[in-house]
Every structure is written in structure tokens, then in C-alpha cells.
């Protein structure tokens, strides 16, 4: 399957979602009572255990890893070259801090974490 059919399908899915939430907040706020058969079922039921959610194991956290400021201004540096460059300042933001020289040491393996999930 290309990957513009999987991206349309989501889409498609997401426009479901909004309806349906739509839908949802409409009834909240006129005071209605509702029930789940009121909402039109999209996706099958799950008939495979393996593919439940309940049955996906958690995925085990590695323990973060030591890292110097040096590194992650090199990612970031990277990162934002690379045409992330708000994603990056919003995430130095979300840490409360205007530069990352400033950024506490304890903070510096999330934040290379979060860094590299971008």
C-alpha cells in the first residue's frame, strides 16, 4: 500500500474522530444522555489477543544515559539545521529555560531523549 493511501486513510480516520467528538461535546453541552450505541461502530473488534491492547507488552525503559552539554548542543545544532528549529526551542522552553547552557545537569538525559525522538 503507498504511503499517500495510508496517509489519506488516517485522514479519513481523524475526520471520524472530530465528527464523532463533535458529536459528543454537541449532546455534553445540550444535557443529553448518550450511550456508546449511539456512535457508529468504524473499526472491527479486535478478535486476536496478540493484536490487543491489553496484550501488548510494555515496552521496558531503558535508564538514560549520561550526556554532556557539548552533545546535545551538537544534536540540537543539527536538529535545527535540519529544519526543526522551533521544535527545538519549544522543547528548550518546556524545560523553562532560555538557553541550554543554563538547563540543569539532572535535566540533560531527558532532554537528549526527547532531542532524539524528534
Same mark, same amino acid.
Given at each position: 500500500?503507498?504511503?499517500?493511501?495510508?496517509l489519506l486513510d488516517v485522514v479519513s480516520d481523524l475526520k471520524h474522530l472530530s465528527d464523532s467528538l463533535e458529536?459528543?461535546?454537541?449532546?455534553?453541552?445540550?444535557?443529553e444522555k448518550i450511550s456508546l450505541n449511539d456512535f457508529?461502530?468504524?473499526y472491527p473488534p479486535v478478535e486476536d489477543e496478540n493484536t490487543a491492547i491489553d496484550a501488548v507488552?510494555?515496552?521496558?525503559?531503558?535508564?538514560l544515559k549520561a550526556v554532556?552539554?557539548?552533545e546535545?548542543?551538537?544534536?540540537a545544532a543539527a536538529k535545527a539545521?535540519?529544519?526543526?528549529r522551533k521544535e527545538v526551542k519549544a522543547l528548550v522552553m518546556k524545560y523553562g529555560?532560555?538557553?541550554?547552557?543554563? $538547563? /540543569? =545537569?539532572?535535566? $540533560? /538525559? =531527558?532532554?537528549m531523549a526527547e532531542l532524539e525522538a524528534m
Open positions: 500500500m503507498s504511503q499517500i493511501k495510508l458529536e459528543y461535546a454537541k449532546a455534553v453541552v445540550q444535557n457508529e461502530q468504524i507488552p510494555e515496552k521496558e525503559t531503558e535508564p554532556t552539554l557539548e546535545i548542543r551538537g544534536l539545521q535540519s529544519g526543526l529555560v532560555q538557553s541550554l547552557s543554563v $538547563l /540543569p =545537569e539532572d535535566k $540533560l /538525559p =531527558e532532554f
